[in-house]
T-cell receptor, first 114, second 111 residues
Framework: GEDVEQSLFLSVREGDSSVINCTYTDSSSTYLYWYKQEPGAGLQLLTY?????DMKQDQRLTVLLNKKDKHLSLRIADTQTGDSAIYFCAEGSNYGGATNKLIFGTGTLLAVQP | DVKVTQSSRYLVKRTGEKVFLECVQDMDHENMFWYRQDPGLGLRLIYFSYDVKMKEKGDIPEGYSVSREKKERFSLILESASTNQTSMYLC??????????FGEGSRLTVL
């Protein structure tokens, strides 16, 4: 079945760039998403990329997609302490119009050191 | 902005009790989902619904049921709560480009 994998933990210093990586197995993925979860809260959609794109930039966030290697990354420039959270990668596909079920990775805990 | 509201942020129940978790969305979305989140296991799909009165099992439906009587409301029911159902429960509705919008979560503790 489909699988999404992420590393469990990343520690960076404030002001540095953070790069969170994700690999997925479903070659028919249509959309790929990044979510952020702060302690005790639900998941907040940060950004998404369609599978026919290589890169998407949104302010401090840059998403890179290598479809050949099924590899997705999220780069956060000038990382701040407020960026400390768990980041989830998710992939989704449309199968003939059936409901799109997102498959989530287990999340990467980003710790930003002041 | 899409708003997904879960009725209870924190609940404490006893083993064997019936538990209702309610979720309401205000964007007229057709698809709604219930996940549970546990440390080290990520998000696991319990049930989803693609229309009123329609439901489908997710990956871990055992011990749960759902109700979708109105488009905006999707309820998760634990008929007889057990300690292994202690978890964070997340409701979501699906937008037009497939993204999910989540509620704030309901943390359930079963004693």
């Amino acid at each position: 079945g489909e699988d999404v994998e992420q590393s469990l933990f990343l520690s960076v210093r404030e002001g540095d760039s953070s790069v969170i990586n994700c690999t997925y197995t479903d070659s028919s993925s249509t959309y790929l998403y990044w979510y952020k979860q702060e302690p005790g809260a639900g998941l907040q959609l940060l950004t998404y990329i369609f599978s026919n794109m290589d890169m998407k930039q949104d302010q401090r966030l840059t998403v890179l997609l290598n479809k050949k290697d099924k590899h997705l990354s999220l780069r956060i420039a000038d990382t701040q302490t407020g960026d400390s959270a768990i980041y989830f990668c998710a992939e989704g596909s449309n199968y003939g119009g059936a409901t799109n079920k997102l498959i989530f990775g287990t999340g990467t805990l980003l710790a930003v050191q002041p | 902005d899409v708003k997904v509201t879960q009725s209870s942020r924190y609940l404490v129940k006893r083993t064997g009790e019936k538990v209702f978790l309610e979720c309401v969305q205000d964007m007229d979305h057709e698809n709604m989902f219930w996940y549970r989140q546990d440390p080290g296991l990520g998000l696991r799909l319990i049930y989803f619904s693609y229309d009123v009165k329609m439901k489908e099992k997710g990956d871990i439906p055992e011990g749960y049921s759902v109700s979708r009587e109105k488009k905006e409301r999707f309820s998760l029911i634990l008929e007889s709560a057990s300690t292994n159902q202690t978890s964070m429960y997340l409701c979501a509705s699906r937008g037009n480009t497939g993204e999910l919008f989540f509620g704030e979560g309901s943390r359930l503790t079963v004693l």
